[in-house]
């Protein structure tokens, strides 16, 4: 009976160990920072989980053009602007064990140009400018949802349900700029928002069939930048609400349904106030696993509520390749080559 019964265990441990690595790897490589242009959006499937102490680095790619600065997420819109950037981001991101919730810390720095023209109190700027942006540092940490996951077992057992998390991001104003010009990478001013991301699992926590609704609410904050071209500008906080509906279609490869809405952030010049956003965007997300460690995802979205000439006009093209690890599944990996 023994002898019959070992090779049936064996095998299980080993598909057990199989689908250990693969979890846990798919999981890591999901982990990609979010970009902090205008009217960007935190790519679906950021707030999922992994193993503490996972790491994560993204390459991604941003094309954007529209009515205000792609590089500024305070949306000051000039009616007859037409503004292009293509812009390369590179980050860094680290999920650790926090009172057995998760905690995550996360850096973003652009580079890349900036070009088109504008129109700023009553004077036409026709420019390039290229360089770094200014970076980003968020910071954060589950509320509501599975704790901390601390090992492969974990790993296996995890499942979002509902999940809340609450993020503070702040951005630096260190990113190339010239007063001089109305088109720069760096901003001048403090910025940074709040937010309340949330995981709703729809359905079985089975790869090939996973199913989540994400809502991600969040309230930008700014400084006033005093030396914009001679002026000072000034912005009220701006209200963002995302909202995917993610869906894998096989164990690799998966889609999303993407929505942003902008209210509030009334930018002033000199005093002078300008209107206050009113922007409704739709969008899309494809992604695909290419190995156990590196992910690749793509998507466009674009503002639809766009006629009036000093509504918020934008459209953005991304894609990223985002490679994760964690010394538990490149350990499972190594012993799988040694059999």
Request: hydrophobic share 40%; proline share 6%; glycine share 10%.
């Amino acid at each position: 009976m023994n002898i019959e019964t070992k090779p049936q265990r064996e095998g299980f441990h080993i598909s057990s160990s199989s689908r250990s690595r693969r979890l846990a790897t798919t999981i890591l490589a999901l982990t990609i920072l979010g970009p902090i242009f205008a009217f960007a959006q935190i790519p679906p499937r950021f707030y999922w989980k992994s193993l503490a102490g996972a790491n994560a680095v993204p390459v991604i790619y941003q094309s954007l053009s529209g009515n205000a600065n792609p590089m500024d997420p305070a949306d000051f819109v000039s009616a007859n602007a037409a503004i292009d950037a293509n812009v390369a981001m590179v980050g860094y991101a680290k999920l650790l064990p926090l009172f057995d919730r998760t905690l995550t810390l996360a850096v973003l720095e652009p580079v890349g140009r900036i070009s088109g023209e504008t129109t700023l109190a009553g004077r036409l700027y026709n420019q390039d400018a290229t360089g770094f942006g200014d970076p980003l540092l968020e910071v954060g940490y589950n509320l509501i949802g599975p704790k901390a996951i601390k090992n492969i077992p974990d790993m296996l057992r995890y499942e979002p349900k509902l999940s809340l998390d609450l993020i503070v991001d702040v951005v630096f104003p260190i990113g190339e700029y010239d007063s001089d010009e109305a088109l720069n990478l760096g901003m001048n001013r403090w910025y940074g928002r709040v937010g309340a991301p949330i995981v709703w699992q729809i359905g079985p926590w089975v790869p090939g069939r996973r199913t989540t609704f994400e809502v991600f609410p969040s309230v930008w904050f700014y400084g006033d930048n005093d030396d914009f071209v001679g002026h000072t500008l000034s912005t009220d906080p701006k209200f963002q609400l995302e909202a995917h509906l993610t869906r894998d279609f096989t164990e690799r490869f998966w889609g999303s349904l993407d929505t942003t809405y902008l209210a509030g952030g009334k930018s002033s010049l000199n005093g002078v106030a300008g209107d206050s956003l009113n922007t409704l965007g739709v969008g899309f997300t494809l992604g695909y696993q290419i190995t156990d460690n590196l992910s690749l995802t793509a998507g466009y979205i674009a503002t639809v509520n766009d006629s009036g000439p000093t509504d918020l006009r934008m459209d953005g093209f991304r894609i990223s390749l985002t490679y994760g690890w964690h010394k538990l599944v490149q350990g499972m990996n190594r012993l799988k080559s040694e059999e």
